[in-house]
């Protein structure tokens, strides 16, 4: 077994561990009575420390990665996307130990495997560097901004657990059908891992001729189902399906087809769960947080803010601008990854202004690291798969 | 200027919320509130106190925090619609009439509307600039208008308060000690000093204080942020920025634009790949696919003193140095950038002075594509003058030839051949794959032999004074925002009365569950009554109510 292989078998472990730990938090908190104190404290125990060796597996993927790569494994979409969830899993792991809250392991643990599952649909081999990332600043700028945006990610965590202890969800209003959707958000994401892993078990591959916004002819391989054809295609395979719709060349047809099956899978893998239990995801994970000091969740969203939003500053703004200074001969070019670093810099600064005012904390907070969130993952998911730039790589 | 008097006898400016002395509350709204409000601890704040003139009204629109969030906002806003669209200056083509041709044609109506709003090139615009202006110029008077009020309070602050202001705070305790009850102020100043804060005691008071230096953060991360904004603004002023390209040939000396006296030559471009197959997203994405290295061998020059400038002869070698990706070449201030490359540029075209029907050469010429010469002599006292040279042949217009640019992409020439049978000379247009004679048919021809390229590197440089002012702002600002962010202030005060009943009060800016791992200590070590967060208290009552 090569190096690489044992790199990838300590990410499965990895993936595992948060898997088993997720449970054994969920143990954890849900206790019925007093004799049960015991029970659920050595529950946590055991779910820390699963987590822990959870971690240290997926440093070693890590560290193991980067001896075979011999560069930092930070340089593409996968490499990216597993560190910055490695993160997610270092700062709740610190803040366990700050806090002791084992309800934040119920949030943390499953957004960080949603992270993980979500980086395997890209391709993980190792890819050489271009010359604009062979630098020192790779490793520094990128492990430090993904760092900074795991502490706020994290915020975001105690966020959600504050809105599932406050959250009236038995009422029909515009905050419950609102974290409705958060929940379905959440669903959605599964429903993307579950629709690739799908297709790709069965080796789906379609190959088209289109023309693209420069009237130049290309191919694209679709790795699902056509549901939109690039503009002007010719189907290439045989027995393929045939696009139900063409799309002009603006739009990239074979990403809206991408998300078009993860909405399906998603939307059906939610029904699925309405029917089957008859109640919103929210109410059912409501019960799990019912122990849960609101007043520390809305601390600790505060906090994480507070820490990561300096880390997140020194790595996604000062690093970035030095390294562009030497790799561009310029700090700032107005690139959409560069705007969107501003733009998450600016929300949080906002956020941490807010926070001065009176009467912006506990649910407001609770809302605004959630929306902080959904930044960070447009900035990574948006921003490097569908904005043209310096930073569309994977 | 109306003084507010205390009852305790303390005379305080306008404005002002809880007496700068006890601290009672002086104005009708704070009296009314169960919590005291402990931003800038209560003192005037100009914005809050004038608002008649006009500079008033200026003043406290900038001093609000509101209009600074707004500012943020419609800042954050407005940058995150530049990146719907590729900016101009991201577009390679030249003209305005291009560009929204380019619009219009990659992105339809929207890129239309999208152009002909500005949105195209946003970040450059009056009024993005304007709003960032207005951002620094809240920056600037908020902080102005709170941090110096905030900082004459927090210097003067008094050790014994009044017992309004005591119950008003957030966290408080009241009752009698455990046990020893006449050692409680010892034990708490003991303790209190144990946990490294700064105790000040008098007589049956005590204020203990922690971390107070973390309530400037904001104001020094503000003064980096001016400081930075500033560095920017300076690039406008000519001196402290040049931003100049060149393309530079293999083996070419030039002078450096925008480098007073220095000169250039490349030695060598070469452009590295990586020998596997590129793979998945990357090939599809076509950026960079393959590339490993490009990288410009260099000469960098510099003219002897007295020299006429530009005069290239007698040049001194600073240095040689290979520019590559991340590896720019400094000299004195300066830096040069390897930003791209054109690879098999013509350099010169071979050909053969043949007669058209016995095939019998002259002799033959190598046409320097850069430097042409007038006339190049052959054998037998043929010669070939050149009369007209376009580098980059774009057609006829009016029956003159054109030329699109002054780069040797598409060469044609018009030559005029002497030789022993025409000795008046025959004339002759040649471009590639086209030959024209106006006068009639010719004798002889110039026949094409072949042609030598070579590559050209476009680089970039830069001086940039502003950034080591840049580099101080943006240090300024991270020192600020780590000492807001990684520190709190806290502050504890104690009053035993005569009987021994003991008030604590106790306040911090931010986590308030490491203060209060803070106060049970001190509970415990002083045996003090147990103390109540009365925010936490007035939730849970919300709570239940909700519950209910």
């Known amino acids: 077994m090569s190096l690489i292989d044992i790199s990838g078998n300590l990410l499965y472990i990895a993936f595992f561990c948060y898997l088993i730990g997720t449970f054994l938090f969920s143990g954890a908190i849900k206790e019925k009575n007093d004799t049960a104190a015991s029970r659920a404290e050595k529950f946590g125990k055991v779910a820390i420390i699963v987590t822990i060796i959870g971690f240290i597996s997926h440093v070693a993927y890590f560290i193991t990665r980067w001896i075979y790569t011999g560069h930092a494994p930070v340089s593409n979409m996968f490499e990216f996307t597993t560190a910055f969830g490695m993160f997610i899993v270092l700062s709740f792991i610190v803040l366990y130990y700050m806090y002791k809250v084992a309800a934040l392991g119920v949030v943390a643990l499953p957004i960080a495997l949603l992270i993980i599952a979500y980086a395997a649909m890209f391709p993980t081999e190792v890819s050489p560097l271009v010359p604009s990332l062979q630098s020192h600043w790779l490793t520094i700028h990128v492990i430090t901004a993904a760092l900074g945006q795991s502490i706020l990610a994290i915020s975001s965590v105690a966020g959600l657990v504050y809105l599932l202890k406050n959250v009236n969800t038995k009422v029909r209003s515009f905050e419950s059908i609102a974290f409705e959707m958060v929940m379905f958000f959440g669903v959605l994401v599964i429903g993307f891992v579950v629709a690739t892993s799908t297709f790709s078990a069965m080796n789906y591959e379609a190959k088209f001729e289109y023309v693209d916004t420069l009237d130049k002819v290309s191919e694209v391989t679709y790795t699902m189902p056509a549901i939109f054809g690039m503009n002007e295609y010719k189907e290439l395979s045989e027995d393929k399906m045939t696009p139900i719709k063409a799309m002009p060349a603006l739009i990239d047809a074979r990403k809206l087809t991408t998300v078009f099956w993860s909405i399906i899978f998603g939307s059906a893998l939610y029904l699925l769960i309405r029917l089957v239990f008859r109640r919103s995801v929210s109410s059912m994970l409501q019960p799990l947080v019912k122990r849960v000091n609101s007043q520390l969740m809305d601390e600790i969203a505060y906090r994480s803010v507070l820490i990561g939003f300096p880390v997140f500053t020194l790595g996604a703004l000062i690093f970035a601008m030095i390294w562009a200074q030497v790799a561009w001969s310029r700090f700032w070019g107005w690139d959409p990854k560069e705007v969107w670093a501003l733009i998450t810099f600016l929300y949080y600064a906002a956020f941490l202004h807010l926070r001065l005012s009176k009467g912006w904390e506990g649910k407001k907070t609770a809302w605004l690291t959630v929306i902080g969130f959904l930044i960070i993952i447009f900035n990574l998911v948006v921003v490097n798969l569908v904005i043209a730039g310096l930073h569309s790589y994977a | ?548």
């Open chain 2, 1 to 548: 200027m109306n003084k507010l008097l205390c009852e305790c006898g303390h005379e305080n400016p306008e404005g002002t919320k809880l007496c700068q002395k006890c601290g009672r509350p002086l104005s009708e709204e704070e009296k009314d509130k169960k919590i005291a409000d402990m931003r800038y601890e209560g003192t005037a704040i100009r914005s809050k106190t004038y608002n008649k003139s006009i500079i008033d009204k200026v003043w406290n629109f900038f001093s609000s925090v509101k209009v600074g969030i707004a500012l943020i906002i419609i800042n954050l806003v407005v940058a995150s619609i530049g990146t719907i669209l590729p900016q101009e200056f991201y577009i390679s083509v030249a003209t305005d009439a291009e560009k929204e041709a380019h619009y219009s044609d990659v992105y339809g109506w929207f890129g239309e509307i999208y152009y002909a709003l500005g949105l195209s090139d946003v970040y450059s615009s009056i009024w993005f600039q304007v709003l960032v202006l207005m951002l620094g110029v809240s920056i600037i008077i908020a902080s102005i208008d709170r941090g110096f009020p905030l900082h004459k309070s927090l210097k003067n602050q008094r050790v014994k308060r009044h017992a309004s202001f005591m119950k008003r705070q957030r966290v408080i305790a009241e009752g009698q000690p455990a046990k020893n009850a006449d050692e409680t102020l010892a034990l708490v100043e003991q303790k209190l000093k144990e946990l490294n804060y700064n105790v000040r005691r008098e007589d049956q008071s005590i204020l203990a204080e922690r971390g107070r230096f973390s309530r400037y953060g904001p104001y020094v991360n503000h003064v980096g942020l001016i400081v930075f904004l500033l560095g920017v603004m300076l690039h406008l002023v000519p001196g402290f920025y040049v931003d100049e390209s060149m393309w530079l040939r293999e083996g070419e000396t030039r002078a450096i634009p925008g480098m007073e006296g220095y000169f250039l030559k490349s030695d060598k471009f070469i452009l590295e790949t990586y020998d596997n197959d590129p793979q998945g997203e990357q090939l599809k994405q076509g950026v960079n696919v393959v590339a490993k290295n490009f990288q410009t061998d260099v000469t960098l020059y510099q003219q002897k003193e007295g020299a006429v400038a530009g005069q290239a002869d007698d040049l001194e070698v600073i240095k040689q140095y290979e520019i590559r990706v991340n590896h720019p070449l400094k000299h004195e201030g300066y830096a040069l950038y390897q930003m791209d490359y054109r690879l098999n540029e013509l350099k010169s075209m071979k050909f053969d002075l043949t007669h058209k029907e016995t095939e019998e050469s002259l002799g033959q010429l190598t046409i320097d594509l850069t430097n042409p010469e007038d006339e190049y002599e052959l054998n037998n006292g043929a010669k070939v003058k050149l009369l007209a040279y376009y580098p980059d042949f774009s057609g006829f217009k009016d029956g003159v030839p054109q030329t699109a640019t002054a780069s040797p992409n598409n060469p044609a020439f018009i030559f005029k051949m002497f030789t022993s049978e025409k000795p008046e000379g025959e004339t002759s247009f040649v471009a590639i794959q086209q030959t024209l004679e106006p006068d009639g048919e010719n004798n002889y021809k110039m026949k094409f032999v072949n042609v030598e390229t070579r590559n050209m590197s476009g680089l970039t440089i830069r001086y940039d004074r502003t950034l080591p002012i840049l580099f101080v702002g943006g240090i300024i600002f991270m020192i600020g925002v780590a000492m807001g962010s990684y520190w709190n202030h806290r502050r504890i005060w104690v009053e035993q009365l005569a009987d021994g009943t003991v008030h604590l009060a106790a306040h911090t800016n931010k986590n308030w569950f490491s203060m209060k791992k803070d106060l049970d200590k001190l509970t415990d070590a002083a045996h003090l009554p147990q103390y109540v967060d009365q925010q936490e208290s007035k939730i849970d009552e919300q709570q239940e109510l909700e519950d209910k």
